[in-house]
């Protein structure tokens, strides 16, 4: 088998996956991240179905148990902190989806990545600054390191590619603002609630205290069209939004603010669909949220995780013609994106309402629905004798 030189651009679930499965079917392999050091923020996201079985394969999967989130329960508040309604995950999910697991994604992505940095060479602080392929390989040059020639370069970049910006076009062509941002923090102050998700809505606006191994997450999402002049890479800019967005809304939210305030690192970014019609172009193709964007409910890891192994066998079946396993993999892969991306507006709705009289409907309906739900699971356990 023909062993290539293959450039990932990003650290993040979806590079240091695919850094895992190139490098263990003999690939040379360079992962570069703009970030210092790995990202550790973010909430909890899932590892479902596929990516569940591929981390099986890779050896973590016990790992990620170890860390995963047991969620007891969503209980919604009004803004003096009183109970309204609660639903009860544990019961849920235990019935619907027993395999899977919800881990920090900053538990996720140094699990993943210490699973892979034996085999690949990790560069931090790094970017591309161009790209130039002919019919042999393609030439990068980078904001530090020297200019260096790869068979193939992978955008495992995220939401704002800069493979996708300088190899596929604009992101105006690409990237679809769904109208929400949302931002996570960690209250190391704080102590986890056994479990238990606190949720507290206003009208467009949500924040939630998420239970994560013992150090709690606040939660922010909120509708709002794009904000002209907006930076996912400027922490400055995302602590003034969030504090002017949330002041005044009550409960634990003061809290929540302080610790913006002091954060280093934090995830902040829009809630956006992309749709790129070919992941490969040549020797370059793109992965994960660069080429297929299904943010926020978590869903984008899982999607991820088995999108890297998908494109890494393809490439380990046909090294010599980089762009037939391009094709393929996302003849493959392309399927399992599809049947994430349609749902995103309307469950965002329903979790975030927009005007006072959805947060009524929601209340009564959704949250009743699906605590009504448990009973009936827990009920019928009962009567089963389990
Ligand atoms: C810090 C962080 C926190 C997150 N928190 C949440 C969350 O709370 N909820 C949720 O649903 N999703 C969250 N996400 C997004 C989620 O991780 C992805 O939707 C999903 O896991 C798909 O993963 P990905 O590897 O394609 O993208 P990501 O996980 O976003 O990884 C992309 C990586 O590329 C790096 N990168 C970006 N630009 C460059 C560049 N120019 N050069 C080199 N590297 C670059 C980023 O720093 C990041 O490490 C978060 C992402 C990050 C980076």
């Known amino acids: ?226 904000i002209p002049g907006f930076d996912d890479t400027d922490l400055d800019q995302h602590k003034r939004i969030l504090e002017t967005t949330f002041a005044g809304i009550g409960w634990r939210v003061p809290e929540f603010l302080d610790a913006v305030r002091g954060a280093r690192d934090m995830y902040f970014d829009s809630v956006a669909r992309v749709d790129v019609a070919n992941w490969g172009r040549g020797r370059i193709a793109l992965l994960g949220d660069a080429s297929s964007c299904v943010s926020l409910f978590g869903d984008g890891s899982t999607l991820a995780i088995a999108g890297a192994h998908e494109l890494a066998k393809a490439l380990t079946e046909s090294p010599a013609d980089p762009q037939g396993a391009f094709s393929r993999y996302q003849a493959v892969h392309g399927k399992l994106v599809a049947s994430k991306q349609k749902n995103l507006i309307s469950t965002a709705s329903r979790i975030v309402p927009r005007t006072s009289a959805g947060l009524w409907l929601s209340t009564r309906v959704f949250w009743r629905t699906m605590g009504g739900l448990g009973t009936v699971v827990r009920l019928g356990r009962k009567l089963r004798g389990q």
């Open 1 to 226: 088998m023909a062993r290539l030189e293959v450039l990932i651009s990003g650290a993040g679930i979806a590079g240091c996956t695919l850094a895992y499965w190139l490098a263990r079917n003999r690939h040379a392999v360079t992962v570069i991240e703009r970030s210092g050091s790995l990202r550790s923020s973010g909430s909890p996201v899932d590892v479902r179905g596929l990516a569940a079985d591929v981390a099986e394969r890779m050896n973590i999967a016990a790992r990620l148990r170890e860390a995963s989130i047991r969620l007891k329960g969503m209980t919604l508040l009004d803004s003096e902190g009183r109970r309204v309604a609660r639903v009860d995950i544990a019961t849920l999910r235990s019935s619907i989806a027993p395999k899977d697991m919800e881990v920090a994604r900053g538990d996720l992505a140094r699990i993943l990545h210490e699973a892979s940095a034996g085999d690949a060479d990790y560069v931090f602080g790094e970017s591309i600054t161009a790209l130039a392929q002919d019919e042999t390989g393609v030439d990068v040059t980078f904001e530090r390191s020297r200019p260096r020639r790869f068979d193939v370069v992978i955008g495992a970049d995220g939401l704002h590619s800069i493979v996708r910006r300088l190899a596929f076009g604009a992101d105006s062509e690409f990237v679809r603002h769904a109208g929400l941002y949302a931002a996570t923090v960690s209250l190391p102050g704080s102590r986890d609630a056994a479990g238990e998700m606190f949720m507290l809505n206003a009208p467009g606006k949500l924040a939630a205290l998420h239970p994560c191994q013992g150090v709690p997450l606040a939660y922010f999402i909120f509708w709002r069209p794009e």
